[in-house]
């Protein structure tokens, strides 16, 4: 019964999902009239289903509760889906003529509604027992994590150009593509503006790898899949801006690089580094 029951709170969950993106839709309008294609309701369908996964495993998993929870769930899943990868299409605004600054805000402050009220209607489904324990007034302490985040922010840089070269790169449409934006690939404040993007990626995971609850093992593979996932489910969704096979390179390369970068995030960040303790000579030794 009690299964019987989550499935149908998690398909009622869905479909509010789907009604809530369709009335922000209607208050914030684009700008630019997209024409669906047949793909665009399986992709919307595939987005719906792994954002709702994401959101209701970490109500359920994160060690936290009331608005805190909330915070943390739509902050983790806004942050690596929309707000870094709308960075990066700012980064090569003008490769996307089509895409204007009034568009750009409508896409950041659409879909932080949708995530954030989405979020709310979870809590409320999976509203978590009251006596939940005493993780949740664990605080993140970054003092001797910074030289960590320092080395995964030059990591990301390193992922981010071997595999934008050996996956777009390649394609002739992609380098056409993007020839007409003065932020190229070659560019080296390009370099420096991912080292700043890769420690953003970090910062977005750690909120999940402190609080959930499960072990090292649960938490390398919920933020490999979050990283590998959530920036990329939207490619798949058909859009007036970018070709389908500029799409599709980009998922690939993201998809492998960011499930990289997540699976290190886990290790180093959980890695124990410090001077071995000293061992006192018993007794007998003396």
Same mark, same amino acid.
């Given at each position: 019964?009690?299964?019987?029951?989550?499935? *149908?709170?998690? @398909?009622?969950? $869905? #479909?509010?999902?789907?009604? &809530?993106?369709?009335?922000?839709? !209607?208050?914030?309008? /684009?700008?630019?009239?997209?024409?669906?294609?047949?793909?665009?309701?399986?992709?919307?369908?595939?987005?719906?289903?792994?954002?709702?996964?994401?959101?209701?495993?970490?109500?359920?998993?994160?060690?936290?509760?009331?608005?805190?929870?909330?915070?943390?769930?739509?902050?983790?899943?806004?942050?690596?889906?929309?707000?870094?990868?709308?960075?990066?299409?700012?980064?090569?605004?003008?490769?996307?003529?089509?895409?204007?600054?009034?568009?750009?805000?409508?896409?950041? *402050?659409?879909? @932080?509604?949708? $995530? #954030?009220?989405?979020?709310? &209607?979870?809590?409320?489904?999976? !509203?978590?027992?009251? /006596?939940?324990?005493?993780?949740?007034?664990?605080?993140?302490?970054?003092?001797?994590?910074r030289w960590k985040i320092v080395v995964l922010s030059v990591f990301y840089m390193?992922?981010?150009?071997?595999?934008?070269?050996?996956?777009?790169?390649?394609?002739?449409?992609?380098?056409?593509?993007?020839?007409?934006?003065?932020?190229?690939?070659?560019?080296?404040?390009?370099?420096?503006?991912?080292?700043?993007?890769?420690?953003?990626?970090?910062?977005?995971?750690?909120?999940?790898?402190?609080?959930?609850?499960?072990?090292?093992?649960?938490?390398?593979?919920?933020?490999?899949?979050?990283?590998?996932?959530?920036?990329?489910?939207?490619?798949?969704?058909?859009?007036?801006?970018?070709?389908?096979?500029?799409?599709?390179?980009?998922?690939?390369?993201?998809?492998?690089?960011?499930?990289?970068?997540?699976?290190?995030?886990?290790?180093?960040?959980?890695?124990?580094?410090?001077?071995?303790?000293?061992?006192?000579?018993?007794?007998?030794?003396?």
């Amino acid at each position: 019964m009690k299964t019987f029951l989550n499935i *149908l709170k998690t @398909l009622g969950f $869905i #479909v509010i999902y789907f009604v &809530v993106i369709a009335l922000v839709g !209607k208050v914030f309008p /684009s700008p630019v009239e997209v024409k669906p294609d047949a793909s665009a309701f399986g992709a919307l369908l595939l987005h719906l289903l792994v954002n709702s996964f994401f959101i209701i495993y970490l109500l359920k998993r994160l060690s936290l509760k009331g608005i805190r929870l909330i915070a943390v769930t739509a902050l983790s899943v806004y942050g690596l889906q929309i707000f870094m990868t709308q960075i990066e299409t700012w980064i090569f605004i003008k490769a996307f003529p089509q895409i204007t600054p009034e568009l750009l805000t409508n896409i950041f *402050l659409s879909n @932080l509604i949708n $995530i #954030v009220v989405i979020t709310f &209607v979870g809590y409320f489904l999976w !509203k978590p027992a009251s /006596s939940i324990d005493n993780k949740e007034k664990m605080k993140i302490d970054l003092r001797d994590k910074r030289w960590k985040i320092v080395v995964l922010s030059v990591f990301y840089m390193i992922l981010y150009f071997t595999f934008g070269y050996i996956v777009p790169w390649q394609l002739e449409e992609a380098r056409i593509f993007y020839q007409s934006s003065t932020t190229s690939i070659g560019n080296t404040p390009l370099a420096f503006i991912q080292i700043v993007r890769g420690a953003m990626w970090v910062l977005f995971c750690l909120p999940v790898l402190f609080y959930l609850k499960g072990g090292k093992i649960e938490k390398f593979v919920i933020i490999t899949l979050m990283m590998a996932l959530l920036p990329t489910i939207l490619l798949l969704m058909p859009n007036p801006f970018m070709p389908f096979t500029i799409r599709m390179a980009h998922f690939a390369e993201i998809f492998m690089s960011n499930g990289i970068l997540g699976a290190c995030i886990v290790w180093l960040m959980t890695l124990k580094v410090g001077k071995p303790e000293e061992v006192k000579p018993s007794i007998a030794q003396v």
